[in-house]
């Protein structure tokens, strides 16, 4: 997640404010600490498509 992140050039601070999620949990996804929630999986992909794949596998 976090190689998908940097290549669309986003920080985790950006990510995390598009979501409206903190900073924390973006940390906690990339780390596979845990696992956004439907909704905000949904989200995700419109901002890094390239995480349609690693989600939903």
């Known amino acids: ?25 973006i940390y ?6 845990f696992r956004p929630s439907e909704e905000h999986q949904e989200a995700l992909c419109r901002y890094v498509p390239d995480l349609k794949n690693i989600l939903h596998s």
């Open 1 to 25: 997640m976090r190689t998908a992140r940097e290549d669309r050039g986003i920080s985790q601070k950006e990510l995390a404010s598009l979501l409206d999620v903190s900073v924390r949990s």
């Open 28 to 33: 906690n996804w990339e780390r596979d600490l």
